[in-house]
């Protein structure tokens, strides 16, 4: 039976094929490399634009930041430390001249009566402290 491939003569087909076949790879390395030859020049094109010149200035002095806290009995601080109701107004004369004039930062407690914290409000005025701030914090969830 010339067909069947059972016969003991055929030897040629039960053998594993040994050679690559490179016609595919071939062909893929062909197709990228015309590929890039027409893309690369068109990477290299460039649109010429006029862009704006920049001037760098320094930037200006932050001011200082003072904190004055009132604790629950009235009693008050100056970045931590303790002072009397009179030495407040003349560290807050001194500061108000100051240029550029420093930020005045109020931390009160829950507890402190509201005529405390008007009266460092007024004489923060009074001398003329323009930046006034209340400081407080978030409710914890």
């Known amino acids: 039976m010339i067909g069947s491939g059972s016969g003991a003569g055929v030897t040629s087909h039960t053998a594993p094929m040994s050679e690559i076949n490179t016609t595919p790879l071939v062909d893929v390395m062909l197709v990228l490399l015309v590929i890039f030859i027409i893309t690369a020049p068109l990477l290299t094109h460039a649109v010429k634009i006029d862009l704006p010149q ?7 002095e932050k001011p200082e930041v003072i904190s004055v806290s009132i604790d629950g009995s009235g009693k008050m601080y100056w970045n931590d430390q303790v002072i009397v109701q009179g030495e407040l107004k003349t560290r807050l004369q001194e500061i108000a001249v100051k240029k ?12 402190t009566r509201y005529q405390v914290l008007a009266e460092v409000m007024a004489d923060a ?17």
């Open 54 to 60: 920049a001037s760098s200035q320094p930037l200006p």
């Open 100 to 111: 550029p004039q420093p930020e005045l930062n109020i931390r009160a407690d829950k507890e």
């Open 125 to 141: 005025q009074n001398v003329g402290i323009s930046k006034l701030g209340f400081v407080s914090e978030p409710a914890k969830k």
